[in-house]
């Protein structure tokens, strides 16, 4: 929980009440939004319903050879499939009980930005994969890292993407975030260059505006 604790300070002791999401947990949460049972379930990734049955209660380890075969067969990551990492439980545990799912808050926030599924790709450093993925998927949290990345190059605060927040479009628009950003990395040849086109100052001694 330290990198936890590092990133948001001002969250107190929330990793304390952290719940894990297990293998079993996660095997069995898919089967309900399946709405499958134990056999037909068991059928679909090549098991029997005593195997599925030890899983689902934690008495049971798979090999990470059968964990790739079942997340084939579900169309979901192993990583996915294997459970929460400390930084997901501990993300996931913000998150209230009723918040809309992350998918939603994500199609909104790409609607209110007037972003296409490249658009988003392109300015958050997602792949295209990852962002359909998302939303085909229908991702009802958004794993901790993939929620850092959207916060830093959307601008969007974290509590958007756990729905604590509604998103407010902000006064800059992607464009010019993304403009801003490649400013930051730039060289200062670049910078300078830049900054004759826009009629700017030139830099200070130190590369400070």
Same mark, same amino acid.
């Given at each position: ?51 599925? !049955?030890?899983?689902?209660? /934690? ?17 979901? !990551? ?6 929460? !990492? %400390?930084?997901?439980? %501990?993300?996931? !545990? ?24 490249? /658009? ?56 010019? =975030? ?8 730039? /060289? ?6 830049? =900054?004759? %086109? ?6 200070? /001694?130190?590369?400070?505006?």
């Amino acid at each position: 929980m330290e990198f936890f604790k590092k990133e948001y300070p001002d969250t107190g002791d929330v990793a304390v009440d952290v719940t894990y999401v297990s293998f079993g947990d996660r095997l069995r949460a898919i089967r309900k939004e399946k709405g499958m049972s134990q056999d037909e379930f068991a059928k679909l990734l090549g098991t029997s319903k005593q195997v599925l !049955s030890r899983y689902e209660i /934690g008495q049971r380890i798979p090999k990470i050879t059968q964990v790739q075969e079942y997340a084939k067969r579900l169309n979901v !990551s192993a990583d996915y499939l294997m459970g929460d !990492s %400390a930084e997901e439980a %501990a993300f996931n !545990s913000l998150c209230p009980k009723d918040h809309p799912p992350f998918y939603k808050i994500f199609l909104d926030v790409m609607d209110q930005m007037g972003l296409d599924i490249p /658009g988003v790709a392109q300015v958050s450093g997602l792949t295209d994969r990852q962002v359909r993925t998302i939303i085909i998927r229908q991702m009802k949290d958004a794993p901790l890292p993939i929620a850092l990345q959207l916060s830093d190059a959307l601008g969007v605060p974290l509590e958007v993407w756990t729905g604590d927040q509604r998103y407010q479009p902000a006064d800059i628009s992607v464009e010019a =975030r993304q403009v801003a950003r490649a400013y930051d990395k730039a /060289g200062q040849k670049e910078k300078a260059m830049v =900054r004759i %086109a826009l009629d700017l100052p030139p830099m200070t /001694g130190g590369g400070a505006p």
